[in-house]
């Protein structure tokens, strides 16, 4: 199950790597060397519109992606995919406003073509660094785990794979016997009972423990972390919290008070001003693109059918607040009621005009008005019609953790097949699943991904009803 996986990434990864915070500000900063650096040697002025141009780039790289960590082919793919997606976006705004002629072709050019490679370079760089410094004896650090149980397993696993960055996993302590062990555990090295762990430790000279044992042992909890106190190893403890579906999980100081975070939005801080630049920036110059073609369908709407124009639904969004969501009228009814049923392929209420938009999605074209009032977001769950969220809330663990972000008018649920009607528990359940997702990974690069395969979709699926 995602959520499985997820649960596991969010609290028994590392914490933030040094070179996860640098490649944050890593990448719009290459970006805009690149374009100084270029700039200047074709004598190209520094003007206002270079600076614009050099904001924008900020607010949609930031924060970089940390590439330090994969292979040189996947870095490779990664980089010219994110600066392709953020080439036609700068591109779509300088059409929009007619800003190409402020620019030197040749800097633009040569900006285009070096950046990328840079980027790349860097990133491979950075990793043969990274490489290198984990095989340095100052480097090595030598890790156990208390508790032989799922939990500890999966820490097994997780610090096994760490090999290459410097972590040695010697094995597990446990005071049962091999025989009622998680099987994993069991075929690892058992380093002995809880009360061998003093010595092991001072003998071996661990850098690291990590306690897995369950949250009903705190009583022991307490008298393993007592005892490790005489120990110079660093001490971590794993919370058994999987079943749980983890939104951002993190700790947080709250006055001095240690707060785990475990139902959290990705949207706050920087993350929250970079989301809503990108929402308001592409919304604007796409209403601006398809303006005269929302007049056709908007004519269309009214010649075809019956009715008003713009379909006006309420729907839950951020924090399961009720916004009103606009749509181009499809279907002879437009029910808004306790009960909305949804709409099934061949459905009666559709007409003739509706099939085509729904085929084509034109009918979604009226939500980037809700984006740019703040409601919606270009990227996000679906919303559901209120009385869809009413009848799931209570058949679907974790479904309204969804609502901790605006909704979206495409999604990660959406590009990865689940459109249309969810006829089925099942069905929404996955598309739940992969709204969850969603959260847990997000990044501004996740959001153009996602706007791209949306767009392939348009294009060339003609499965949506």
């Given at each position: 199950?995602?959520?499985?996986?997820?649960?596991?990434?969010?609290?028994?990864?590392?914490?933030?790597?040094?070179?996860?915070?640098?490649?944050?500000?890593?990448?719009?900063?290459?970006?805009?060397?690149?374009?100084?650096?270029?700039?200047?040697?074709?004598?190209?002025?520094?003007?206002?519109?270079?600076?614009?141009?050099?904001?924008?780039?900020?607010?949609?790289?930031?924060?970089?992606?940390?590439?330090?960590?994969?292979?040189?082919?996947?870095?490779?793919?990664?980089?010219?995919?994110?600066?392709?997606?953020?080439?036609?976006?700068?591109?779509?705004?300088?059409?929009?406003?007619?800003?190409?002629?402020?620019?030197?072709?040749?800097?633009?050019?040569?900006?285009?073509?070096?950046?990328?490679?840079?980027?790349?370079?860097?990133?491979?760089?950075?990793?043969?660094?990274?490489?290198?410094?984990?095989?340095?004896?100052?480097?090595?650090?030598?890790?156990?785990?208390?508790?032989?149980?799922?939990?500890?397993?999966?820490?097994?696993k997780v610090l096994t794979g760490q090999g290459e960055r410097g972590c040695h996993f010697l094995g597990y302590f446990d005071d049962r016997s091999g025989d009622r062990l998680d099987p994993a555990?069991?075929?690892?090295?058992?380093?002995?009972?809880?009360?061998?762990?003093?010595?092991?430790?001072?003998?071996?000279?661990?850098?690291?423990?990590?306690?897995?044992?369950?949250?009903?042992?705190?009583?022991?909890?307490?008298?393993?972390?007592?005892?490790?106190?005489?120990?110079?190893?660093?001490?971590?403890?794993?919370?058994?919290?999987?079943?749980?579906?983890?939104?951002?999980?993190?700790?947080?100081?709250?006055?001095?008070?240690?707060?785990?975070?475990?139902?959290?939005?990705?949207?706050?801080?920087?993350?929250?001003?970079?989301?809503?630049?990108?929402?308001?920036?592409?919304?604007?110059?796409?209403?601006?693109?398809?303006?005269?073609?929302?007049?056709?369908?908007?004519?269309?709407?009214?010649?075809?059918?019956?009715?008003?124009?713009?379909?006006?639904?309420?729907?839950?969004?951020?924090?399961?607040?009720?916004?009103?969501?606009?749509?181009?009228?499809?279907?002879?009814?437009?029910?808004?009621?306790?009960?909305?049923?949804?709409?099934?392929?061949?459905?009666?209420?559709?007409?003739?005009?509706?099939?085509?938009?729904?085929?084509?999605?034109?009918?979604?074209?009226?939500?980037?008005?809700?984006?740019?009032?703040?409601?919606?977001?270009?990227?996000?769950?679906?919303?559901?019609?209120?009385?869809?969220?009413?009848?799931y809330r209570s058949l679907i663990q974790a479904y309204m953790v969804r609502h901790k972000v605006r909704p979206g008018i495409t999604g990660w649920a959406q590009v990865n097949g689940l459109r249309?009607?969810?006829?089925?528990?099942?069905?929404?359940?996955?598309?739940?699943?992969?709204?969850?997702?969603?959260?847990?990974?997000?990044?501004?690069?996740?959001?153009?991904?996602?706007?791209?395969?949306?767009?392939?979709?348009?294009?060339?699926?003609?499965?949506?009803?």
């Amino acid at each position: 199950m995602l959520q499985n996986r997820s649960s596991t990434r969010q609290f028994v990864s590392a914490p933030p790597s040094a070179s996860s915070y640098v490649a944050a500000f890593l990448e719009p900063a290459i970006s805009i060397a690149c374009f100084v650096v270029i700039a200047l040697q074709h004598q190209a002025e520094i003007d206002r519109p270079a600076t614009v141009l050099c904001l924008l780039v900020v607010a949609l790289t930031y924060p970089g992606t940390n590439r330090f960590r994969d292979r040189p082919l996947y870095a490779a793919v990664d980089v010219c995919v994110a600066w392709a997606t953020l080439l036609t976006i700068l591109g779509l705004c300088a059409f929009a406003t007619d800003s190409v002629a402020l620019f030197n072709p040749r800097v633009l050019i040569m900006w285009a073509l070096a950046t990328p490679v840079v980027h790349w370079g860097v990133a491979f760089t950075g990793r043969a660094y990274l490489r290198w410094k984990a095989t340095q004896p100052g480097s090595r650090r030598t890790a156990v785990v208390i508790g032989g149980g799922p939990l500890g397993t999966r820490l097994g696993k997780v610090l096994t794979g760490q090999g290459e960055r410097g972590c040695h996993f010697l094995g597990y302590f446990d005071d049962r016997s091999g025989d009622r062990l998680d099987p994993a555990a069991a075929a690892s090295p058992r380093l002995g009972a809880l009360a061998d762990m003093g010595g092991y430790l001072a003998q071996h000279q661990v850098n690291e423990v990590y306690i897995s044992l369950p949250l009903s042992s705190q009583p022991r909890i307490v008298q393993l972390l007592a005892s490790l106190q005489n120990s110079t190893a660093s001490v971590y403890l794993a919370p058994d919290v999987f079943g749980i579906s983890i939104i951002q999980g993190r700790l947080q100081d709250l006055g001095g008070v240690p707060v785990v975070g475990m139902l959290e939005t990705p949207f706050t801080g920087a993350n929250e001003l970079v989301k809503r630049l990108s929402d308001i920036t592409l919304a604007s110059l796409i209403l601006v693109l398809v303006s005269p073609l929302m007049l056709l369908v908007a004519a269309g709407v009214k010649l075809s059918s019956p009715g008003p124009v713009i379909f006006r639904q309420r729907r839950n969004g951020l924090d399961g607040e009720e916004i009103t969501v606009y749509k181009f009228r499809s279907m002879t009814a437009t029910d808004n009621g306790a009960v909305v049923p949804q709409a099934q392929r061949d459905d009666p209420r559709i007409t003739p005009f509706g099939a085509f938009l729904r085929r084509n999605s034109l009918d979604e074209l009226p939500q980037f008005i809700n984006v740019l009032q703040g409601s919606m977001s270009i990227v996000g769950p679906r919303p559901h019609a209120v009385a869809h969220n009413e009848q799931y809330r209570s058949l679907i663990q974790a479904y309204m953790v969804r609502h901790k972000v605006r909704p979206g008018i495409t999604g990660w649920a959406q590009v990865n097949g689940l459109r249309g009607e969810t006829e089925t528990v099942d069905k929404m359940q996955a598309r739940v699943e992969y709204d969850l997702e969603y959260l847990r990974n997000w990044s501004l690069v996740f959001d153009l991904r996602i706007i791209a395969r949306t767009l392939k979709l348009v294009l060339f699926d003609r499965g949506a009803y």
